[in-house]
């Protein structure tokens, strides 16, 4: 049975910086999307930025790129999300998502929560001064 371990989050001040782990328990293969998502109250959940393990493909969503990294570590089967400069309009639950699906691990990943076949079960970030 495959699960998501989450780790990271928190309150921090605007320009702070937080990190995102999120680890992929169980997991057997070798092709996959791992991520985040990210939804606030009232809105819709957003792709914020993903990575594919074959080549490394990633997606960010505008509005963090050149702010967040993301890193992948197959032998590990995890990710990582090293937020900087943050501002109050990143704040929101964050949710690690993965997509096990062999032919999406190609690719440059997908930003739609429906292509994602897991999750975990979402961690707060507060960016508040």
């Known amino acids: 049975q495959l699960h998501l371990v989450e780790s990271g989050g928190g309150l921090v001040q605007p320009g702070g910086s937080l990190t995102l782990s999120c680890a992929a328990s169980?997991?057997?293969?070798?092709?996959?999307?791992i991520g985040w998502f990210r939804q606030a109250p009232g809105q819709e959940r957003e792709g914020v930025s993903l990575?594919?393990?074959?080549?490394?493909?990633?997606y960010y969503v505008d509005s963090v790129r050149g702010r967040f990294i993301i890193s992948g570590d197959k032998s590990k089967k995890m990710a990582v999300l090293q937020m900087n400069s943050l501002k109050p309009e990143d704040a929101g639950v964050y949710y690690c998502?993965?997509?096990?699906?062999?032919?999406?691990?190609?690719?440059?990943?997908?930003?739609?929560?429906?292509?994602?076949?897991?999750w975990g079960q979402g961690t707060q970030v507060t960016v508040s001064s």
């Open positions: 998502a993965i997509d096990t699906r062999w032919a999406s691990a190609w690719d440059t990943p997908s930003n739609l929560p429906e292509d994602y076949n897991y």
């Open positions: 169980g997991l057997t293969s070798d092709y996959y999307v």
């Open positions: 990575i594919a393990s074959k080549y490394g493909h990633t």
